[in-house]
């Protein structure tokens, strides 16, 4: 201890000197204003480099934890995925209305599963007998009609596609024309493509008419899109049209459908049965 | 007594010489700004010799920081003077041993020495004054084209000044 006071008293001109140059550098850096602008400007150059080289030496470190950190959120996102999820909901939406008694009631379904390459196709969708989904029930997206519930399980059903050579049928309405009659069908080549059959040749059918679901029908509600007239093809021997029909729906991109519930189904039936059993 | 009675004078007399007329020489031509005389060194230069270092160096420091009060300079007088006043020590430390022992302190030991080496000295000390003054005033300035021909500038005005009141104020003592 008394040496080191003693070499401090020995070496007391340069600690001195090196006090007084600290102070007169403080004085200077606290009173000029270029200096201190000068000094400022250096010191804040000189640590963010100096933070800079701690922060790379610490990225090496903690690239393992950061990696687990990344995988864990990785994961963490991928479970928020749309594709994940499984629409639960059995909510059925309605609209209350005091002056129209609601007649149909839609569902919203996903499809699972989808075809266009076959003579007949199908679509699995991700409702069922739990949803209150029954056979012969309409499927339509919004972009246009999409088929006909064929089997119901618990949770999953069927629908056949319009893209079925002769299984489903649907009558059309020519919208500019207000007209029904004829069918819609497909003739199992192109699926982007269906035929409109049954159209007298005297009716003004046009190129660019738009078919939609006709009022008659009790699967679908009315003005429910089909296709669009693309072409008009007429022979002498046939007194119908043969229309080529582009589909409104391209069958092979649908992700979502609604299902449609016809409310007054039961009553219908139940009518037209006895109007048969009246009248054989 | 008296001695201190002159340092005091000399001081006052420098401060008044830097003030009233080197601060005011404003050179017409278009270098004029490199040329920044600090007489001030002078003083520092001519400091007893007798004294001890940390007499010197606290000296220095409080006469640089006077020096500073009048010429809102805050602190960049102060530190080079300290600067000078440390090393000082050692480049008259035989000056100090030669003349010790004799009662010569009185007059300036200056004249003791060959003229040479008052040049060296002199133009040495002026020129590190004048070097680390300007560069801590003129912080981040291109060195070679503004501190340097400063310094050379100003230090060699100064040693003139420096020489012309050295034979002024202390006549050489005849052995």
């Known amino acids: 201890m008394n040496s080191i006071f003693k070499y401090i008293q020995r070496k007391l001109h340069v600690l001195l000197f090196l006090l007084l140059e600290l102070f007169c550098i403080i004085i200077i850096v606290r009173n000029n204003v270029y200096q201190s602008a000068y000094y400022f400007n250096n010191t804040k150059k000189i640590s963010a480099k100096i933070n800079e080289v701690n922060n790379h030496l610490f990225d090496y470190v903690a690239l393992y934890q950061k990696n687990e950190a990344l995988t864990n959120e990785n994961l ?65 997206c919004p972009e246009g009609v999409v088929g006909i519930v064929e089997r119901v399980s618990e949770n999953y059903s069927i629908v056949v596609s319009l893209l079925s050579t002769n299984k489903f049928k649907i009558v059309p309405k020519i919208k500019e024309l207000s007209y029904t009659k004829g069918s819609v069908e497909w003739d199992g080549k192109d699926p982007l493509f269906l035929a409109l059959k049954g159209i007298n040749k005297y009716e003004a059918l046009k190129v660019g008419n738009h078919l939609v679901t006709s009022p008659y029908t009790k699967i679908f509600p009315e003005n429910i899109p089909i296709g669009l007239v693309s072409e008009i093809k007429q022979s002498s021997s046939d007194p119908f049209f043969k229309a080529t029909i582009k589909s409104s729906v391209n069958f092979g991109k649908i992700q979502n459908v609604y299902i449609v519930i016809d409310l007054f189904k039961s009553e219908i039936e139940q009518l037209e049965k006895q109007t048969i059993i009246s009248n054989p | ?173 005849r052995n």
């Open chain 2, 1 to 173: 007594m008296i001695n201190l009675l002159k340092q005091i004078a000399v001081f006052l007399l420098l401060i008044f010489i830097q003030l009233f007329i080197l601060n005011n020489l404003i050179l017409g031509f278009n270098f004029g700004y490199l040329f920044q005389p600090q007489i001030i060194v002078f003083f520092l230069l001519l400091l007893p010799v007798s004294y001890t270092h940390v007499q010197q160096i606290l000296l220095a420091f409080f006469s640089g920081l006077l020096v500073d009060f009048f010429f809102n300079s805050w602190g960049i007088h102060a530190a080079v003077s300290t600067l000078i006043g440390f090393f000082r020590y050692y480049v008259v430390l035989d000056v100090d041993s030669a003349i010790s022992g004799r009662d010569e302190d009185n007059k300036a030991w200056t004249s003791k020495k060959s003229k040479t080496w008052k040049w060296f000295y002199f133009l040495g000390f002026t020129t590190i004054y004048h070097f680390f003054f300007i560069l801590i005033e003129s912080l981040g300035r291109n060195f070679f084209s503004y501190v340097l021909p400063s310094v050379i500038v100003s230090s060699l005005f100064t040693f003139l000044l420096i020489l012309i009141l050295e034979n002024l104020l202390y006549k050489p003592s």
């Open chain 1, 76 to 140: 963490m996102l991928r479970q928020h995925l749309k594709s994940n999820y499984v629409i639960e909901s059995k909510k059925i939406f309605e609209i209350n209305d005091t002056v129209y008694k609601q007649r149909y009631k839609y569902l919203p379904a996903q499809i699972i599963a989808n075809s266009t390459n076959r003579a007949n196709n199908y679509i699995t969708i991700n409702r069922g007998k739990a949803s209150g989904i029954e056979q012969g029930m309409g499927v339509f």
